[in-house]
């Protein structure tokens, strides 16, 4: 199995390098092309991680299939294009999948992988109860059809080659692919469902496993949030489409459980930066909107005095941001500081020499939480 993941996850990088040099040479990539490939890497190689590691987890494979899914269209493609004279119908069905044309349908299979069957899967691998079998199989018959409706839309798999499957009814009428495409957002939204309902009924461990994942899709759809209100901010389209490879991270970590229980302390940092950088940019915004209605045409003015706002409160405003949100997110090290600044305290208010070993025994139990603990003490 282990020999497997190396063999797909080798097949897949020769696909990128593929994509990026024949299919999207360099000269002319788009960012957009450069963020699909970071995405696939990312994606590709927690999974090959994954499966190399623990191959009975079919988490891996699952992530392998997202990626394999999205990338065997170069290879599928370069084959219709040098069959396309001498085996027609073959090289049509390859060009369906593989060729470049707005009307593909090539995502949706590697799609349902990772919006549905990862989270209905997620993280130990298994399906949440035996009763969740058949909702398994049904998204993987509707997948299977669904690919096979939509095959008939297009007229032409390429320019000169026609589709032949093509069905001018299926082209023509929005019920067929309602008919498909409704059920699978429903199970989608299902699938998302069962992860909450485990949570709900998980120990410690598996909650902090989803807690990862939850965190890189709150903050995915957060800077997708983001963009949709300053469209005309392309350095941050292209981090939000990037931000896409966290939800396979944090799935590694979260199966690795490599450094896995720091999750409340990231949810605390990005929740606290998150909340100052708004906050720091609202009074910038309002400086300069306030200082160029009072002064007209004073727009470096307004500039500057915004900037020397913007830094003032950054720093007050992060400490006692960052505080309240610990106190909420990240308890565990709120108080851990409190112990210790209370023991600071302590010894400055001039506490007795002979319960000085007593008090740092017990802030270390609290704040550090050994398994084992012991103190020299110089006669």
Known sequence: ?????????????????????????????????????????????????????????????????????FVVTVPLAIAGVALADTVPLLAAWLLWYGGDREDSWAWLP??????????LRFPDGRLPSSRWRWFHWTVVALTVLAVGVFSTISAEVAPGLPNPVHSPWVANNPWPVLAFG???????????????????????????????????????LGLYAVTLFVPEWPELQAW?????????????????????????????????????????????????????QLLPGQSSLAVAAATLVAAMLFLPVLRRVQR???????????????????????LRSGLDPA?????????????????????????
């Open 355 to 379: 319960q000085t070993s007593q008090e740092l025994v017990a802030a270390v139990q609290r704040t550090l939480q050994p398994s084992r603990i012991g103190m020299w003490v110089r006669e």
């Open 110 to 119: 590697p799609l349902t992988l990772l919006l549905i069957h990862l989270p």
């Open 1 to 69: 199995m282990r020999l497997l993941a190396h063999l797909i996850a080798v097949l897949e990088l020769a696909c990128i390098v593929l994509y990026v040099t024949v299919q999207r040479p360099g000269a002319g990539a788009s960012w957009a092309d450069w963020q699909f490939v970071f995405m696939l890497v990312i994606t590709g190689g927690v999974g090959w991680l994954l499966a190399s590691k623990l191959p009975r987890n079919p988490l891996g494979w699952i992530l392998l299939g997202c990626a394999g899914g």
């Open 240 to 292: 939000t489409a990037a931000a896409y490879a966290l939800i396979p991270a944090s799935i590694g970590v979260a199966v690795l459980r490599f450094r896995l229980y720091e999750i409340d302390r990231v949810i605390s940092r990005t929740v606290s930066y998150a909340l100052v950088t708004g906050t720091v940019v609202g009074a910038y915004a309002l400086t300069v909107t306030t200082i160029s």
């Open 324 to 346: 309240v949100v610990d106190r909420r997110f990240d308890r565990e090290h709120f108080d851990a500081e409190r112990t210790v600044d209370a023991f600071g305290e302590q």
């Open 182 to 220: 409704l059920p699978l957002i429903v199970a989608g939204m299902a699938a998302m469902v069962s992860l909450v309902q485990r949570y709900r009924g998980a120990d410690g461990l598996q909650r902090t496993q989803i807690r990862w994942v939850a965190w890189a899709g709150c903050l995915v």
